[in-house]
């Protein structure tokens, strides 16, 4: 991938030379390219670690020139600007994601540079290090590399907060993982965790993960518990910090997951409601059967179930409501797009309450604005992350956000960058 690179596909001079300029601003260097086939030859030649798109063009549409990039596995990140209307662009949007495509946002036209900018700044500190990029595409990774990652501490854990829409204050973090790659340097989990997946690898790095997670949140995180005390009327357990962890299907299969974590968490001296275990509705439905005992007994012994990414999937509210989740994550794409969206904003009000009604507890991710949050305290949503809160951060770091943030526990008040 060619960082620092943006190739702009947009057939009116005016528009394509503007967006030119306003990514110059930002230290990109643009190519300009008025037609989908000379879009094409520059995407093959350069690689590019950004792409403009213009939706309607003469000679191919948005969503052709889409499906063709996704053939071509391409990973770089999109950014859609067009002058169609938000209903048209959302569902542009959305299709691309499920191509597999990296959209990082949509502008409508008449653009404003100022949101085009915040869209490639916020983009690129999430992206792989500039100076020695991993390459595109995903099956690169060799299960040799992946054991041998696991076999020298190459995976690290970055946690993000979550807050109380309220009152502000930490309700817990999620884990996430990074590979820091002796070569390629930072590698995120979506170009790996796929791979090792189809590898089978899935039970040793879930493990490695709940190793590390447990031990960082029982070494460091229960000396600050007085810090996070219960506030005035509340219940203590309400008030206690809670670590979340991604689950990948794989992990459904293997019927000892619930006795295993909970020697890990004995082990760290964790109560088990304390850990909460992400699962997207397509994990889940994996293989319902396996999945609903597993998951029923892990709910048995204490922990707690988060249905991740909801609205992204197809399930029913038949196999919702069967399923025993305490929490419903509403999917980032909708709250990333809320302030410009209404049919988002809509989408995020049903599922809280969906969520409620369900007695499950609504967490909203991607919260990326003030007006963000506040929209989702007006809709009742429980808990909010993003980096509008905080960005993932390693464990120090995480520590440190945690001690300034409980002198200022008002999102309002946040200083995330
Ligand atoms: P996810 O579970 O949906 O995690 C949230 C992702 O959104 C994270 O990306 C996080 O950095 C990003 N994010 C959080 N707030 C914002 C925001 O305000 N704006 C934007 N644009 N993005 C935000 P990340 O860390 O790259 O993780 C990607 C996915 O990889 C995760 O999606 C999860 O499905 C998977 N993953 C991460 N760690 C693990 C793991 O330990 N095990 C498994 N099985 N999957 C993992
Ligand atoms: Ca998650
Ligand atoms: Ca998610």
């Given amino acids: ?137 995903e099956p690169m990774v060799s299960e040799r590399q992946l054991m041998l990652a696991l076999e020298s501490d190459q995976f690290r854990l970055a946690y993000q907060p979550k807050v109380h829409c309220g009152h502000g204050r930490l309700a817990g973090f999620e884990a996430l993982l990074r590979w820091h790659h002796p070569e390629h340097g930072v590698i995120m989990p979506d170009r790996f965790i796929p791979r090792a997946e189809r590898l089978g690898l899935m039970d040793l790095i879930t493990r490695e993960v709940l190793q590390q997670g447990l031990a960082w949140f029982s070494n460091h995180f229960k000396a600050c518990r007085p810090c996070y005390g219960a506030g005035e009327g509340e219940a203590a357990d309400a008030s206690r910090p809670t670590l979340s962890f991604n689950l990948s299907a794989k992990n459904l299969h293997d019927i000892d997951f619930a006795d295993t974590l909970q020697d890990l968490c004995r082990h760290h001296a964790i109560d088990c409601d304390q850990v909460i275990l992400e699962l997207t509705e397509t994990s889940a439905m994996d293989d319902p059967v396996t999945s609903l005992d597993l998951m029923t007994r892990l709910r048995m012994k204490g922990f707690q179930l988060s249905l991740d990414d909801f609205g992204t999937g197809y399930s029913s509210m038949a196999q919702l409501v069967r399923l025993p989740f305490s929490e419903i994550k509403v999917d980032k794409t909708f709250v990333m797009s809320a302030n410009r969206s209404r049919e988002s904003r809509t989408a995020i009000h049903s599922i809280v309450e969906l969520g409620h009604n369900l007695d499950m507890r609504a967490t909203a991710e991607g919260v990326e604005e003030l007006a963000t949050l506040e929209f989702l305290r007006e809709v009742g949503c429980d808990l909010a992350q993003g980096y509008y809160i905080a960005r993932p951060m390693y464990g120090d770091d995480a520590l440190a956000w945690c001690r300034a943030h409980a002198g200022s526990s008002d999102p309002t008040d946040s200083d995330a960058t």
């Fill in 1 to 137: 991938m060619n960082t620092g690179r943006i190739v702009i596909l947009d057939d009116e001079p005016d528009v394509a030379q503007t967006v030119a300029l306003v990514v110059g601003s930002v230290g990109l260097e643009p190519v300009i390219t008025p037609t989908a086939s000379a879009f094409f030859e520059e995407i093959d030649r350069r690689m590019p670690e950004f792409i403009a798109l213009d939706m309607v063009m003469p000679d191919m549409d948005g969503v052709e020139v889409m499906r063709r990039l996704a053939e071509r596995e391409c990973s770089a990140q999109i950014i859609v600007i067009s002058g169609l209307g938000g209903r048209v662009l959302g569902a542009a949007e959305r299709s691309a994601l499920e191509h597999g495509l990296n959209i990082i946002g949509a502008v409508p036209k008449p653009f404003s540079s100022l949101e085009l900018r915040k869209l490639i700044i916020g983009a690129r500190p999430n992206a792989p290090a500039a100076s020695a990029p991993f390459p595109t595409s």
